[in-house]
């Protein structure tokens, strides 16, 4: 329990944070903020550099059988050469059975205090090695892989056990209960117990490996079950580094350390599937494919599943008091990650005539000139390039490309063509700018499935009411995690805001400035809402923690008070 009371202020203030949603973070929001950056920056390095030295990364946990590992980095487009050590399935499960035990029967206020432990212990001892990982596995730039897979994806982390204590809390230890049944008065204390569902497998995806699994592993280790992390095959790195820093935490507060483990596989042999039909398996956790979420979804009972895949994420342009501002926002938020983010625009629907501005009606095909020239303009610079678009993560994404450009051209028109482009510290990496091509509803199967990558699609609709339908019908049956509108009619925004609510898109409306679209801000924005294709979880609400327990209760009668004999 004193682990709790060390971090039991920052958690008040989470709490808080969570009730009120308003914008509050114990991190700094950018490495340069972070305390004794120099040399955390120079010490995080130093460790990634070591795990590319030895070789071979150190994970004491049962069953090992082998040694493997196929990481190429996205920068240098050079195997890590990194092998991890591959597990006996059967034998990690049978290890996560034993170290439940006494990590169920603990206080969830003491697993918290120990969670929140491994978070302050990733933060100051990890970040930036979390952040080298993930630039050489995921392909992110350096300012995102310390923003969106360090202190958000950390931030997210908190979000998730402030909303397991209050699911766990709501449970009341023991009641008094009594009742009048004919000429009797029948009392009974009963007492209340949270029990967990059971061992928990949580995949990790390969854009964005610690974002969506951090919080996972939160909410199943807070609800008092053991994890088992697969990671993908191409993002190991980060996720090992993590396991090793959550085993070495549980440890040193008197744990079992297999709470916590690692299966890993490789893309020739997954064990994806093998994990999530093993009896032992209670809960799925997965991030990625849409094809493979689906399955998911079909196939994980009886274990409970939580899931994010993807969707075509729309934006509706209508109107605009400011077009280019309007313009210039849409596209770096297209660009950023060179788009490989569940959260990046795809679809840009606009109706034929135009788009209304206090200056007159900006015909379609000169909006969508406007915009193709906006992206250009940020990523025509190879340095600003480097920037936003910073690498593609795989050589899938490059053949996508390649295919969508030639479908294209052939069925539409195209707007922007991808090239790579030079970046300014690694000569050799895997980069792209974007495609963006210009459509109408005919080529509908070329854009209403998740396209991943730096590829866009400006969509010419009969009118403005045709673009919302069309835009929210796509988010309801193909899945849309966010959708952005610009518009300067009221009447237009509150139809739009309905709309959106019935195809489960979360709405973001004229926004410009420096704030990217889709930026996802822990304690406030909820992330999916579980009410189209897209994913059926949500980071974070109450429903992504409450079902991984269950409350089991005993009662008895109370003994009737003897009057005690007179003297």
């Not at 700094?28 to 920056?41: E, I, S, T, V, W």
């Not at 596995?137 to 056990?161: C, F, H, K, P, W």
């Not at 660009?335 to 625009?345: D, E, G, K, V």
Request: charge should be negative; charged fraction near 15%.
């Amino acid at each position: 329990m004193s682990l709790f009371a060390k971090h039991q202020a920052r958690f008040e203030l989470a709490q808080e944070a969570c009730r009120q949603r308003h914008c509050w973070s114990p991190y700094p929001d950018m490495p340069d903020k972070y305390p004794d950056a120099p040399l955390a920056k120079k010490m995080g390095q130093a460790a990634f550099e070591q795990h590319l030295a030895l070789g071979q990364f150190q994970l004491d946990q049962p069953g090992i059988e082998n040694w493997i590992g196929e990481e190429v980095s996205p920068y240098t487009q050079q195997a890590l050469g990194i092998v991890y050590p591959q597990s006996n399935l059967d034998a990690l499960f049978q290890a996560a059975e034993v170290a439940m035990g006494s990590w169920a029967q603990a206080p969830y206020q003491q697993r918290i205090g120990v969670l929140m432990e491994v978070l302050e212990r990733l933060y100051t001892d990890h970040l930036f090695e979390v952040l080298h990982a993930v630039m050489h596995t995921a392909g992110q730039s350096y300012n995102m892989a310390y923003a969106g897979s360090g202190v958000n994806a950390l931030d997210r982390s908190i979000e998730a056990l402030v909303y397991a204590e209050q699911a766990m809390k709501s449970v009341t230890p023991s009641a008094l209960w009594a009742r009048r049944f004919g000429s009797s008065d029948i009392q009974l204390q009963k007492t209340y117990r949270i029990v967990p569902k059971g061992i928990a497998v949580c995949f990790s995806c390969a854009s964005f490996p610690t974002w969506n699994a951090w919080p996972s592993m939160m909410a199943s280790l807070a609800t008092g079950n053991p994890v088992i992390v697969k990671p993908h095959p191409a993002t190991v790195l980060p996720m090992a580094i993590s396991v090793r820093a959550f085993r070495s935490v549980l440890q040193a507060a008197g744990f079992d350390p297999n709470l916590v483990t690692l299966a890993i596989d490789s893309t020739a042999e997954p064990i994806g599937k093998v994990l999530i039909k093993h009896p032992k398996t209670a809960i799925v956790d997965f991030t990625g494919s849409v094809k493979f979420g689906q399955w998911v979804e079909q196939n994980a009972h009886p274990a409970v599943a939580f899931t994010e895949t993807a969707g075509c994420n729309t934006v509706v342009l209508e109107s605009a008091d400011d077009l280019d501002a309007a313009l210039r926002n849409l596209a770096t938020t297209m660009c950023l990650f060179s788009a490989q983010m569940c959260t990046s625009p795809q679809n840009i629907y606009i109706p034929k005539s135009g788009v209304q501005t206090p200056t007159g009606m900006v015909p379609f095909h000169e909006v969508a000139q406007r915009l193709a020239h906006a992206v250009e303009a940020l990523t025509s610079d190879p340095k600003k390039a480097a920037m936003i678009l910073a690498t593609l993560q795989s050589n899938q994404t490059l053949a996508l490309l390649k295919d969508m450009t030639a479908q294209g051209a052939e069925r539409g028109h195209i707007l922007l063509e991808p090239r790579s482009y030079a970046h300014p510290d690694f000569p050799n990496a895997r980069t792209s700018t974007p495609l963006m091509m210009q459509v109408t509803p005919r080529e509908h199967d070329l854009y209403s499935q998740e396209r991943f990558g730096p590829i866009s699609f400006v969509i010419e609709c009969q009118d403005a009411h045709d673009a919302l339908m069309q835009a929210t019908q796509d988010a309801k049956h193909h899945g849309g995690l966010t959708a952005f509108l610009y518009s300067t009619s009221e009447a237009f925004i509150a139809q739009a805001e309905n709309a959106y609510a019935k195809a489960g898109a979360q709405l973001t409306i004229n926004l410009v400035g420096a704030m990217p679209l889709n930026f996802a801000a822990a304690y406030s924005d909820y992330h999916v809402t579980g009410l189209n294709p897209a994913g059926n979880a949500t980071l974070t609400n109450l429903a992504f923690v409450a079902g991984r327990f269950g409350i089991v209760q005993s009662r008895r009668p109370v003994a009737p008070t003897k009057d005690k004999p007179s003297a």
